[in-house]
């Protein structure tokens, strides 16, 4: 959805009424809601963001990093997810 330069009142109302009545709205929301679920399974614990975050520690624990008692048996004692959980 676009509004030119030239706004006017009437267009941003029905732009608007668009966005929270109409059908093209239902479908932002719906996708809104499949990026929010995709980026919530990507933080949990066993998530391709968490897995890539652990990675890149281990990688740099391999290669001789200062602190080595952040890891529990190549594994992060405190993942991701519990820095940030969205409420459902």
């Known amino acids: 959805m676009e509004i030119n330069g030239d706004v006017k009142r009437d267009q941003v109302g029905k732009l608007v009424r668009e ?5 093209r709205g239902n479908e932002m929301k719906k996708k809104a809601m499949e990026w929010k679920t995709k980026a919530y399974e990507a933080a949990s614990p066993s998530g391709s963001s968490c897995r890539n ?12 990093a200062k602190n080595r008692n952040t ?18």
């Not at 966005?19 to 059908?23: F, N, R, V, Y």
């Not at 975050?53 to 001789?64: D, I, V």
């Not at 890891?71 to 459902?88: A, D, I, R, T």
């Open 53 to 64: 975050f652990e990675n890149l520690l281990a990688s740099r624990h391999s290669l001789g």
């Open 19 to 23: 966005l929270m009545e109409g059908e």
């Open 71 to 88: 890891f529990e048996k190549g594994k992060l004692e405190v993942s991701p997810l519990h820095l940030y959980q969205p409420k459902k």
